[in-house]
């Protein structure tokens, strides 16, 4: 234990001087600033409290950028430590290999939570300063955080993975930004593509719901729809999160990283020095 | 006494390359030995094994009674890579406690093995500022955490200037005095041939030789070589008395002989009396006798 908690410190000290902390917190805060002044213009009628409009954006959000966030944080855990010649050296003192990537992980979990609080935290205050009432969406803003830094670890682990398949920074961040596009863009349109040439077939009621929770990142968007009263609020894919049971999408959650940090222990493994 | 190193017909084979092959060796506790091979003759590959960083064909390692790799193998044996590198954003005094916590120490001593190294000054600096040769004291540091009983270095001494290689050396004769056994490669010859026990030379995957420097050179009978200065002009009456004797461009007379001609030799030459103006006697240098077992094996 002592062992993570020193490696997760070690980790923690190194992003932040790299500038990770302020980067992630920097751009987790603009981009909720502007969605929340955005959301703050238009709604009046729509039935709900201003908070949950906003976190309905906010979900939008968070599905592309914790994402990104995550995966360029993690990158490099492993090959850059190869590339640098650390690696060697590390491997010999009495510290496994799960424990040096929970160390990791730890520290990027914390700067990831660090960056969706003060963002998310930046909308409510937003949110509260022109609607007191909107305090009362409150809960869906706390599980959109924590819903959040499920989704970040999934792809921290997914990204120490690539990292430790690459062996070369270079190679691992050409990686990543494919798994990005892939997992997070490319997905999404395909699944639209699908939706419209089916017209309410067999796929839309059968298959979707699945494809849905097989990625993370639409699995996240689809508990947080589907958990808050926002459905209605946002288009697209949201619009079958109804679809789709609650405890299903938040298993997804809860279970996609442990599936992606076992893919990274198993990939690392492999990496000799 | 249990060795704290055993080593017994150790093969490696790297596809259809054999890295090592049917190597043996042990080592005592307390006791200094030195690698030494041309590059490519499988020096770090058998102290990576000896790590439990890769894996090994056939034969049997032992360290410290344990399997090489093994938590309890890691936690008695520590190691400097050749040219040791760390995270630059961190500071010497960060990247130490570090290590001191992931081998169970007490952070709060790390300024302390700093300071053992000559870092005291440096130790809140940045290693990205770090030069070569104090990146390789901050290796050395971390080398000293928790009293380990095997020490593996590799290439220690590179890059570092001739007073710290002095004091790595006295550092060194510390912790064998301990009981502590090292295990070092080296290229500098000559602080090897003062500075460890014995000497170990693989060539080609083989251990070649292995013994103290005088077991070496008794094995190896390589000549003693006898520098002759004639007085002048008397050059070539001594040249017509040992025929054996090579002129070298400098007026030098060279005169080879093997260790028990050397009496008698330096009687014939002192017999000369005036006429031999100087006299320098060379010993079979450890270069001499390094080339002799490596290249016996590769030709």
């Excluded at chain 1, 699995?219 to 079958?240: D, K, T």
């Excluded at chain 2, 058998?46 to 049997?60: C, E, H, Q, R, T």
């Excluded at chain 2, 570090?98 to 870092?119: I, K, Q, S």
């Excluded at chain 2, 590799?154 to 301990?178: K, M």
Aim: proline share 5%; glycine share 8%.
């Amino acid at each position: 234990m002592s062992q993570i908690l020193a490696t997760a410190i070690s980790e923690f000290r190194i992003a932040f001087r790299n500038r990770w902390v302020l980067i992630a917190t920097g751009m987790m805060v603009l981009f909720a600033l502007v969605l929340a002044a955005a959301g703050s213009a238009p709604t009046g009628d729509v039935g709900v409290d201003r908070l949950s409009v906003t976190v309905a954006s906010l979900t939008s959000l968070a599905v592309y950028l914790v994402p990104l966030l995550a995966l360029l944080m993690s990158f490099d855990a492993i090959a850059g430590e190869v590339e640098r010649g650390t690696l060697t050296l590390l491997l010999t003192y009495p510290v496994s290999r799960l424990q040096i990537l929970v160390g990791k992980l730890l520290a990027h979990i914390a700067i990831l939570a660090l960056a969706v609080t003060l963002g998310y935290g930046a909308a409510l205050v937003v949110a509260v300063w022109s609607d007191p009432s909107a305090i009362m969406g409150i809960t869906s803003l706390v599980r959109l955080i924590w819903s959040s830094v499920l989704l970040g670890a999934t792809f921290l682990g997914a990204g120490y993975a690539l990292s430790a398949l690459a062996r070369r920074p270079s190679g691992a961040a050409g990686l990543a930004i494919a798994l990005w596009l892939v997992a997070v863009v490319l997905y999404d349109l395909a699944l639209l593509a699908l939706i419209v040439t089916d017209q309410g077939g067999a796929f839309t009621t059968q298959a979707l719901p699945i494809a849905l929770l097989a990625n993370p990142a639409d699995a996240f968007r689809v508990f947080n729809l589907s958990a808050g009263q926002a459905v209605a609020a946002a288009g697209g894919i949201g619009g079958a999160a109804g679809a789709i049971p609650l405890w299903q999408s938040a298993a997804s959650l809860f279970l996609s990283p442990l599936l992606a940090i076992t893919l990274a222990l198993a990939a690392f493994r492999k990496v000799t020095p | 006494m249990t060795p704290t190193l055993t080593i017994s017909q150790l093969t490696k084979r790297f596809q259809s390359v054999e890295a090592l092959k049917q190597v043996s060796l042990t080592l005592q506790p307390g006791r200094r030995a030195a690698l030494l091979g041309h590059n490519g003759a499988g020096k770090s590959t058998m102290m990576k094994i000896i790590l439990g960083l890769i894996p090994f064909d056939s034969g049997k390692v032992s360290v410290c009674g344990e399997t090489p790799g093994s938590a309890a193998a890691r936690r008695q044996v520590a190691y400097l890579p050749e040219n040791v590198a760390f995270h630059p954003a961190l500071t010497g005094e960060e990247q130490i406690r570090h290590y001191l916590a992931l081998r169970g120490g007490d952070p709060r001593t790390a300024p302390e093995l700093l300071a053992r190294v000559g870092l005291a000054q440096a130790a809140r600096r940045r290693i990205g500022t770090y030069s070569k040769g104090m990146r390789q004291r901050v290796g050395l540091a971390q080398t000293l955490i928790g009293r380990p009983r095997l020490l593996v270095l590799d290439e220690p001494t590179s890059g570092l200037d001739p007073v710290s290689r002095r004091d790595f050396y006295d550092l060194l004769d510390g912790l064998s005095a301990d009981g502590t056994a090292i295990l070092l490669s080296s290229h500098a010859l000559t602080e090897v041939e003062a500075r460890t026990d014995s000497i170990l030379i693989l060539s080609g995957g083989q251990l070649v030789a292995e013994g103290s420097l005088a077991d070496l050179r008794a094995r190896a009978a390589l000549p003693t070589m006898l520098l002759v200065r004639p007085a002048e002009g008397h050059l070539e009456a001594l040249v017509a008395a040992f025929p054996e004797a090579s002129v070298g461009a400098d007026g030098l007379l060279r005169i080879p002989c093997a260790q028990g001609e050397k009496l008698p030799f330096l009687a014939r030459i002192t017999a000369w009396g005036p006429q031999v103006a100087d006299l320098d006697v060379l010993p079979p240098s450890l270069e001499d006798i390094y080339s002799y077992f490596s290249r016996r094996d590769g030709q």
